[in-house]
């Protein structure tokens, strides 16, 4: 009789760390950001190829989030300038976006002045990047993080001469 409860003990037992195990190893997905904090958006690279201009950039932030590049070209259409709005989303670490700039800037003898911005807005982001960064950009944090109408935005900006 003795046997018998200390197995059912000892198999009870071995059920419970089971279980307990299984939970350490079948964390889902979502709880693996549960203390990660995201800061980094940096425009690394900008190139002119023809009149298409390359912007390249490194970030922390999680895959399938979406940016929103602001091209601003000064002394363009008769002094006004002239503003491009492109959304790109993020692959693992990084962004790549390609816009063809107006034929009438690259034929232009003046000096070439751009001014990027890359703005991550979370209440523009899809439901499972919302839930890593917080609706309202919670997990956001570091000097490139501002705060706008109650949530918290990223930005980047970077001006170039070409």
């Excluded at 751009?114 to 990047?129: I, R, S, T």
Aim: overall charge positive.
């Amino acid at each position: 009789m003795l046997k018998r409860l200390y197995s059912t003990k000892r198999g009870l037992l071995s059920i419970f760390l089971l279980c307990m195990l299984s939970l350490l190893f079948f964390i889902p997905p979502t709880s693996l950001y549960a203390d990660q904090l995201f800061g980094k958006l940096d425009i690394n690279e900008v190139s002119l190829k023809g009149h298409k201009l390359h912007i390249r950039g490194e970030t922390d932030l999680p895959p399938g989030s979406t940016l929103n590049i602001k091209v601003s070209i000064p002394k363009l259409d008769n002094g006004k300038g002239k503003d491009h709005d492109v959304k790109v989303n993020i692959t693992p670490g990084n962004f790549f976006i390609m816009i063809d700039l107006p034929k009438e800037w690259k034929n232009n003898d003046w000096v070439k002045f751009l001014k990027l911005k890359a703005v991550f807005d979370p209440w523009e982001q899809p439901k499972n990047v919302k839930v890593k960064v917080g609706k309202n950009g919670e997990k956001l944090s570091g000097p490139k993080v501002k705060v706008e109408k109650g949530k918290k935005i990223m930005i980047s900006i970077k001006n170039v001469i070409f």
